[in-house]
């Protein structure tokens, strides 16, 4: 019978694949379609474990919205990320997703207001 608590078998090799993967997406600086750069070339993202979202602001409130599609049609049941952010212009945030982060399997559409930048670290 195994003690109450915090469980112990983890298994390194899991853990340590994901850490493995991890990348940083092309800097966008208005709305657009996330890509990653494979082979020199930009390239839609079409699934991906996103981890962590960095943004700087160009005026107060500033919002990056995810989207899980390919384009511009901004699905409401597709929004799979909305962060607010920003009291003043060049404030910078980032946002720190937790375990795997949010899975998107489609494509990750981003909507950006009042953003200088942005991007996303994760797997893909």
Known sequence: ????????NFKEKNM?????????????AADGQVQAL?????ANITKAN????YGQA???DAEIKLYNEIGGAKTGSALIFHGKFGTA???????????????????IYA??????????????
């Open 1 to 8: 019978m195994e003690p109450f608590g915090a469980p112990t």
């Open 16 to 28: 340590s694949s994901i850490s493995s993967k991890v990348r940083q997406s092309v800097v966008l």
């Open 38 to 42: 494979v082979a020199g070339s930009a």
């Open 50 to 53: 996103i981890m962590t979202i």
């Open 58 to 60: 160009s005026a107060a």
């Open 89 to 107: 212009a060049n404030e910078i945030m980032e946002f720190n997703l937790p375990g795997a982060g949010i899975y998107a399997n489609t494509g």
């Open 111 to 124: 909507d950006v207001t009042n953003c200088d930048f942005f991007y996303i670290v994760g797997t893909f």
